[in-house]
């Protein structure tokens, strides 16, 4: 039987203490100002304890069977639409094959971004938003990923697969929801991508033919560095 993965989001203030134990500590005053807290918010209700093939939906595994498809479409939409140079200009983010050994990232505090490829013709062909805050926590056994704020939220685990590539299962949770549905039980709110490691610190997490229409989202991790005092 497939096993489904609970995942909670710890949000609330009163909640992020408890969220904290056995975690990345909170920063100092300085980076509280500069962001919000970064606390894990992915909490199991079952460790996941064999790999992600055991929870995988059917769905969503042949998405990952068709990454390299997706890649492909996306970066073919966006330089026909004419974001050629803004391609090259991210360097290793969209190179399909920049992926390096240690693909998984440490715990901490990121900041983070997203890419968009291939989710229309013309200018929907190519999108770039404001970098965010995410977090990655330990959680058993797993690491654990979250977007901090913003009206969406997604939440997940990272689960081993290869040296130079993690497979990342989880689901979407929304502003002023108390926790997001486990994987597999919305199949609108699945998420499935891959996580690699593209240079000395820096992160992507790869989420191919998304439920919002795109061939390829890109969200890019980078250690938060916290200003100095």
């Not at 689960?159 to 919305?186: D, I």
């Not at 699945?190 to 690699?196: F, Q």
């Not at 790869?206 to 439920?211: A, E, I, S, Y």
Request: charge should be neutral.
């Amino acid at each position: 039987m497939r096993r489904v993965l609970g995942i909670a989001a710890c949000i609330a203030p009163a909640l992020l203490a408890a969220c904290q134990t056995n975690r990345t500590p909170a920063p100092g005053p300085a980076a509280t100002r500069a962001a919000p807290l970064p606390s894990p918010a992915v909490a199991a209700a079952a460790q996941p304890t064999l790999g992600w093939r055991d929870a995988v939906e059917p769905e969503d595994h042949d998405r990952l069977d068709r990454l390299d498809a997706a890649w492909a479409e996306g970066l073919a939409m966006a330089r026909r639409a004419g974001f050629g140079r803004a391609i090259a200009d991210l360097g290793a983010l969209l190179d399909p094959a920049a992926a390096l050994p240690r693909p998984d990232p440490p715990p901490g505090p990121y900041r983070c971004r997203v890419v968009r490829l291939g989710a229309g013709t013309g200018a929907r062909a190519f999108a770039a938003y404001p970098a965010y805050f995410c977090h990655v926590a330990v959680d058993g056994t797993e690491l654990a990923f979250t977007k901090q704020g913003g009206s969406e939220l997604p939440a997940g685990y990272i689960w081993k697969e290869g040296e130079t590539r993690s497979v990342f299962l989880g689901t979407m949770m929304f502003a002023g929801e108390a926790a997001p549905p486990a994987y597999g039980e919305v199949a609108e709110r699945n998420l499935v991508g891959v996580v690699e490691r593209i240079g000395p610190l820096r992160y992507r997490l790869v989420l191919p033919w998304t439920r919002a229409g795109a061939r390829i989202d890109v969200i890019e991790l980078v250690p938060y560095v916290p200003p100095e005092l």
